[in-house]
């Protein structure tokens, strides 16, 4: 059974930086893409980045470019989202996804993924 864990929310103020981690488990993690979404209150869920299964690509949204950072260790089967410059537009309840096709195409469709976490909230006060 996969299982999908994300780590690493919290209470930060306007200007902090925030690492949230995903934790696969219940197959090999290292064939994999993994997608980062987020939903703020109100809002649909909406795509933050993506990287392929061993790391040569990313994608971004263009709300997060230059701040938010993903990558990924294979070995601990982990990725991770590194946010600097956080905003209060970014608070949201942060997801991390991976889709049900090994060495897929990298995707910021929602519907690409398959198995997703329960999400971290990160709060940003101005």
């Known amino acids: 059974q996969v299982q999908v864990l994300e780590t690493g929310g919290g209470l930060v103020q306007a200007g902090d930086s925030l690492k949230l981690s995903c934790t696969v488990s219940g197959r090999r993690f290292s064939m994999f893409n993994m997608g980062w979404f987020r939903q703020a209150p109100g809002k649909e869920r909406e795509f933050v980045a993506a990287i392929t299964w061993n790391g040569g690509r990313t994608l971004y949204a263009d709300s997060v470019k230059g701040r938010f950072t993903t990558s990924r260790d294979n070995g601990a089967s982990t990725a991770y989202l590194e946010m600097i410059s956080l905003a209060p537009e970014d608070t949201a309840i942060y997801y991390c996804?991976?889709?049900?096709?090994?060495?897929?195409?990298?995707?910021?469709?929602?519907?690409?993924?398959?198995?997703w976490g329960q999400g971290t909230q990160v709060t940003v006060s101005s």
């Open positions: 996804a991976t889709p049900r096709t090994p060495y897929s195409l990298l995707s910021q469709s929602f519907g690409e993924y398959f198995y």
